[in-house]
Structure formats: C-alpha cells, structure tokens
C-alpha cells in the first residue's frame, strides 16, 4: 500500500508540474481531479501513511494564530534602480572597472523583473520544510502554510536522490497572474468590496493572511531566480544554477536570457518593453546580474545592495484620450457597473477603448463626465484605469454622469443596498443576468458544456429558448439548426457535449448555480458538508421558514464558508424560484455524481477513542484534546481493548506499553498531525 501511494503521489506530482510549471497539461482537469481523489480516497483509508510532502497536503484548513519570524541563512537584500541606459551603462562601468576588465563583454543574465513578492523556500532532503517573507532582509516571517498553497511550488523536489543536497534555499518572487487578477478584482467588485491596485498588492496581501483558505483561493503563483544557498552542489555560474533548480522542478522563467556585454543586455530591454504586454504576470522591468559567481564574489555589497546585479524599470506608461459615452453593464449576479468608451489610445501596447469606472460613487468622486480629456494608467500594467480628469480641459460642453435608476436592459428598479457600493438589478429573469448565469453554469469550473460560447448563449436568451439554465438540457436540434451560423455538425455536437455534462460531480452543480460568493472552494465545502442535494435543500428549506438565524450560524460553522457567505446562500434557497430551477434539471435527466463515501467525508477520527500518552511538542493535551473531539473523536484516559489508538508524545509513560501489550494503534506525534491536517479533503 505504501509503495502504491507513493506511485499515486509521484503521479500526482509529475502531473502538477506538467500544469503549473510548465503549462503543457498532459491530461484533463477532470482526470487530475480524479487522480486526486483517489488519493484523498486511499488516504483516508490509511491515514496512518500519509505524508506532509503529499499533493493532498497543500492547503491546511483553517486559521493560523500568528507567524514565527525566522532569520535567512543568507540575507536577501534589495536592488539598485536604475532607470535608463545610461544608469544601465554606469553600472556595467563600476562592474568591470571593480574587476579590472577592460573588454565589453562581462557576461549578465537577464531576467524579467516581476511585479510580485519576494520569498524564501527551504528543502530539506528535497522536502519543502518552509516558506519566509523577505521582511527586513535578515529576518522575514514564516509563512509555510500560505506558500504551501501555490501550486508552482512543489512539496517535493525532482531529479535523482544522488544529486539532491540535504539542503537547499532558493528564492523566488511569489505574484498573481493577470486573469487571476482579474478574476480576484471581479469578484470583489461583484461582492462590494474594494479592488486591489495592482497584482503586487493582492499578493502581498494574500501571503500576510492567516487565512490559509483564502491566501488558496487567489491563486498565487512563482519564479524562482536564486539559488542561495545548497550544501555540496558545486556551481559556477548563475545560469547554471537556474538550471539546476529547473531540474529539481522548480519553476524558473524561461525568458531569462544570458547576454555578452552590455549591448545584449540592451537589446533584451528594449525587446521586453514591448512584449511583456503579451504575457499573462505584470513586469516592471529587467533585473540585470552578472554572471559570474566568484565575480559576484568579488564585487561584494553595499550595505543595501549588492553590487553585482541592479534593477532596470520601463518607463511608466500614461496615456489621455476623450471620454466618449459612459454605458453601464448588469454582470451574474445583477451588479451593475458605469463603463467609459474612449478615443481608442495606444497604451502600455494595446489600444484602450473601454475601462470600468467600477461603480456610481467611483464615478461622482472623480467626477468623470461624457467629453472629459482623462488620464489613463494600466493597473499592473494591465487593467486600463482612469487615474483622473484632466479639468483645464474642459469647454463647458462635457456632460456629467447621471447614474441610472433602473436596469438598462430589463427596466426593474435598482436597487443599492445598505452600506454596500454596488447597485444591482435584482431581477432574476432580467436577460443581462440570465446570459451572464448561463455562462456561468456552463463554464469550467461548472457543467463544463463544450461550446457554450457568449454568442450561442445571446442567441438562445434573446429568442427565447433559454429562460433559465436547466433549458439548455431542453435544447432539440431542431431549435439549435434554425440558429445563425449553426450547421448541422456543431449541432449535433453541441447536444452531445449537452448529454455529456448531464453527469456531473456534487460540488460542480452547486458551483454552477451561481449562488453570490459561492465560488469553487465554498461549493466543495457545502458538497462536503451536506453530503447529497436532498439534504443541502431540505436543509435550506427549513431555514426559510424561520430557522434562518440558526441555519446561517451552522453554515458559517463549515469550513471555507463564512457568515456573508452563509448569508447569501440561505437568501438564495429562500427564493421558490431558485428551488424550482434545480428541480427542474433533475427532470431533464442531471445526474449527481457523488464522491464515493467513506473516502471524502469520513474523519478518521469519528467515533474512535484515544489516549494521549507523553508531552505533544506541537500543542499541550487541551488543545489535542479539543482537536480530536472537533474531528469526532474522543479521549479517555486509560488504555483499554477498546481504546483505538494511543497517541505519544515525548516521554511516554506506561500507557504506551500497555498499548503494546493489547495490540492497539500507537500514532506518533507527526504522524498524528499529519492526519488533522489530512482531514480537510
Ligand atoms: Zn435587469
């Protein structure tokens, strides 16, 4: 069994790599969620064998009570700016002017400069052992259990076991890539809740939280660009090193470039200034090192920086334009949001037309009117952003923004609800909203249909054949040939991908529904909690018949789930309509597909009895002991044949040879972590 596992793991992990390292999938989501599952499955099972370094052991579910600060083996200091090519070429001087060359041909590495946070990772015999800020450059928090989330970043390192130094430190800077931004600001924008300037802060944000589920849902993600310290690897340049630590799996940029002289390192500049608007993580510029390593030696540091190695930043990019028309849009869940069109601009290499106002208050602070000569500004270097009206320019003629009182598009009144900044539409046949929740509900990350594009879903909203989402399992092909542009070949296979997604997974069919704040990992949880759909609506249903204040409290009491999230779901079950619609797709022939049993949902501590034998070093017996009842087990003080399992701490006294002597379970202290933290799923 345990070699069994390990195979999964292995599996499991060369997978992930094959994902999140190297963007070449091998296989579908779907068939990495079931690998996973199986895991999980066969884990639970044999909780005894799993390890911290597992693919199942990523996210600890729950909220750390602080961060321990740690000192880095090798301080991780700032760099020099430099801010065109003649700081570029200064620094090249004082370079080989220190070591003496007069030929222009020192060899730098280049490497993109990215918008994220700095962090530290520790190995230990190939074994992720912890995650640090910076902090002040010698002493930076611990924050294992966020870094442990990022999915670039293995628990366990590739390559031969022969090559793997017992320990290794490398660096790297920890982002959010532009769509997961996007999507994050979004979703904040939806919920009411302010929108982060720039990637950086979200991820600076994300890895202070002690909120480990949180700092998941971000998504954050890695480059590794320095080996700082591995015992008995020999390594003689800087580019080497970045190769080597490729090897191990760890995620380094491939657009990193080795360049003889200063020249190149120009021309690698001048050739990122443009591109880096193709690639999907803000850049601020070049970050230039020498080669080198026993150079880097030689030059040595200021009491800052160090002098082998200085930042280039591209010249921040502002552009003007005209205000032409400000539109409002009704997104999924009825927010409506002002919309500015302008003179098309070029800016930071795309043409700007559009960029969201974000909301009516937004608007009228900044007091953006139809005419107005504005000021824009990429956001990270991506989302096109009014920094501010330029007022000398006004003629007279400019037009202030009335904000609308009812829906562009259906005509109900909006509503804007106390104390939030978002005005809605809160009608749920309003087409605005139905299209958005279609595609919603077919996405990805929900029935996952095929084909399901904007255009088809307009289409079907607009004649009429896709009044709520369970329509589309009423489609005929008939209805679907009429449409434009629509052969009888993309019908057909439409229908197909239709019948497909007619099985689908618990968690998938909550997420699908669109319920307010409920997004993949609050689904998962509920699916978890609630086990079948039957019992997620009967004990909605109940809850909205006056039980509400109750059932939002034992709703907030699952994990991943907190009270303005329990608050919108209780409110979503209560509207008869919502209720109807999921009948409804059972009727058209929606299958559940739930996960086996036993595997995810069962503790390995429910209904077992335990005795806690020695010192815990992790948590004094209160605490143990609260964490086994919460689990569902409990704790008796004396070994008996009927005692499951005796826990040992340092010390143990004559419980553990009593245990010994009756043949029950002894779990290590590790070993029982390790399965408190496994009981997440
Ligand atoms: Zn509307």
């Keep these: ?25 091998e296989i579908s989501d779907r068939e990495f969620d079931r690998l996973m599952e199986q895991l999980k499955a066969r884990e639970a099972q044999h909780p005894e064998l799993v390890t911290p370094d597992s693919p199942t052991q990523r996210i600890f579910d729950g909220t750390l009570e602080g961060f321990k600060q740690v000192s880095h083996k090798v301080a991780m200091l700032s760099l020099d700016n430099s801010y065109n090519f003649t700081e570029l070429a200064a620094f090249d001087e004082r ?23 700095g962090i530290a990772l520790l190995y230990e015999n190939g074994v992720l052992v912890r995650g640090a800020t910076r902090g002040n450059g010698t002493v930076g928090d611990d924050i294992t259990p966020n870094v442990r989330t990022i999915m670039s970043i293995p628990l366990k390192l590739q390559g031969d076991d022969g090559l793997m130094p017992p320990s290794l430190e490398v660096r790297g800077e920890a982002f959010i890539g532009l769509k997961e931004f996007e ?37 954050l993600d ?19 090193s970045l190769k080597l630590m490729g090897r191990f799996g760890l995620k380094v940029n491939l657009t990193t470039r080795v360049c003889r002289g200063l020249s190149q390192v120009k021309n690698y500049c001048d050739e990122w200034q443009e591109k880096r608007h193709s690639l999907d993580y803000a850049t601020d510029g070049v970050v230039v090192k020498v080669n080198r390593l026993d150079y880097q030696q030689r030059l040595g540091q ?87 009206v330029i007022k000398s320019e006004r003629t007279g003629e400019e037009m202030p923004f009335e904000a609308p009182t009812e829906c562009p598009v259906c005509g109900s009144s909006l509503v804007k609800p106390e104390g939030e900044v978002v005005t809605r539409c809160v009608n749920s046949a309003c087409p605005a909203v139905l299209k958005e929740s279609i595609a919603h509900f077919a996405s990805r990350a929900g029935f996952e249909i095929d084909g399901m594009g904007p255009a088809l879903i307009d289409m079907l909203v607009d004649r009429g054949l896709a009044k709520n989402y369970a329509d589309l399992f009423k489609l005929k092909k008939e209805n679907l040939v009429e449409l434009p542009r629509m052969a009888e070949k993309s019908a057909d296979n439409l229908l197909a991908a239709i019948e497909k997604s007619k099985k689908v997974r618990f968690d998938r069919l909550i997420y699908a529904l669109g319920i307010r704040h409920v997004g993949a990992f609050a689904a998962r949880a509920l699916a978890q909690r609630f086990g079948t759909m039957d019992e997620l609506l009967s004990g909605k249903s109940a809850s909205a018949t006056g ?51 036993k595997a995810a949902s069962a503790s390995p501590f429910s209904g077992k009895r335990f005795v806690l034998t020695g010192t815990l070093n992790s948590m004094n017996r209160e605490e143990a002991k609260e964490r086994i009842e919460s689990l569902g087990g409990q704790i008796t003080s004396s070994v008996t044949e009927k ?39």
């Design 1 to 25: 069994m345990k070699r069994e596992l390990e195979r999964l793991r292995d599996l499991i992990r060369y997978h992930e790599h094959k994902y999140y390292v190297e963007s070449e999938p």
């Design 95 to 117: 370079v080989r002017r220190s070591l003496g060359i007069d030929t222009d041909d020192i060899e730098y590495v280049a490497e993109l400069k990215i918008d994220g946070v």
């Design 183 to 219: 999507r994050i600001n979004r979703e904040r924008e939806e919920a009411g809740q302010p929108v982060f300037a720039n990637p950086r802060n979200s991820t600076a944000g994300a890895l202070r939280t002690l909120d480990v589920m949180e700092v998941a849902r971000r998504r």
């Design 222 to 240: 890695v480059f590794i660009y320095t080996l700082s310290h591995a015992e008995g690897l020999a390594v003689e340049t800087h580019s080497e």
């Design 302 to 388: 200021t009491s800052k920086h160090p002098r082998w190695a200085i930042a280039y930043k591209f010249p921040a990019e502002q552009a003007t334009t005209k205000v032409l028309s400000i539109d409002v849009q009704v997104g999924r869940t009825g927010a409506v949001t002002p919309v500015a069109t302008f003179e098309p601009v070029q800016l930071s290499g795309t043409t700007v037309k559009r960029a969201s106002l974000h909301n009516f208050d937004e608007v009228r602070r900044k007091d953006v009117r139809v005419g107005d000569t504005v000021l824009l500004e990429k956001a990270g270097e991506i989302i096109p952003q009014v920094v501010n």
């Design 547 to 597: 039980l509400l204040t109750s059932e939002q409290t034992a709703l907030s009491e699952i994990d991943g789930i907190g009270e303005i999230v329990a608050a919108s779901i209780v409110q979503y079950f209560s509207v008869p309509g919502n209720v109807d619609v999921i009948e409804e797709l059972f009727d058209a022939g929606v299958e559940i597909i739930y996960p086996e049993k």
């Design 643 to 681: 005692t499951d399992c005796v826990i040992v701490g340092d010390k143990p006294g004559s419980k553990l040879d009593k245990a010994r002597k009756l043949g029950v379970d002894v779990l290590s202290e590790d070993a029982f972590l390790e399965i408190i933290k496994a009981d997440i799923g």
